[in-house]
């Protein structure tokens, strides 16, 4: 339950806020790979998708998340895309810089894809099973 929720559209990479907050969700801009089943177009799209466009998604969300971190004690890191580059990677970076903790959100989803650390402490969605768009989601808890 939350008595107050405040809502903030900047740059998040270099937003300065006042003070701490209990709780932040980062939907972060992304490729936008996971809304594959609701647009047909996206097929076409991520066919041309380099490898420094991922690179650079990749790299505005570590920015968006690490700011976040220093001013939240529980973040929610979403994307609706596919690829691990937007997922995976980023919070591999993420805990690398941050003294914070992963908890598993809600066991919703499957867990992340094989091969990465933090595979067991992430959630997809996919469209081929759960019959939605497809999402990355994790839960970071900063050390107090």
């Known amino acids: 339950n939350t008595d107050r929720a405040d809502f903030v559209l900047s740059d998040s990479r270099i937003i ?3 003070g701490d907050f209990d709780k932040g969700l980062i939907d972060a801009p992304c490729s936008g790979s996971g809304t594959l ?17 991922l690179m650079y998604y990749k790299n505005l969300q ?9 001013h939240v004690n529980e973040a929610i890191y979403a994307t609706c895309s596919l690829f691990p580059e937007e997922g995976e990677e980023v919070i591999e ?35 081929h099973i759960h019959s939605t768009e497809a999402f990355f989601i994790s839960k970071l808890v900063r050390s107090q």
Do not use: C, Q, W
């Open 16 to 18: 300065k806020l006042r």
């Open 37 to 53: 089943i609701k647009d047909v177009a996206m097929r076409i799209i991520l066919s041309n998708v380099s490898r420094d466009k």
């Open 62 to 70: 570590v920015g968006i998340l690490s700011n976040a971190l220093r």
């Open 93 to 127: 970076e993420v805990i690398r810089r941050f003294d914070v903790t992963l908890e598993v959100p809600h066991k919703i989803g499957i867990p992340g894809y094989p091969g990465f650390k933090v595979s067991n402490y992430v959630r997809r969605l996919m469209p």
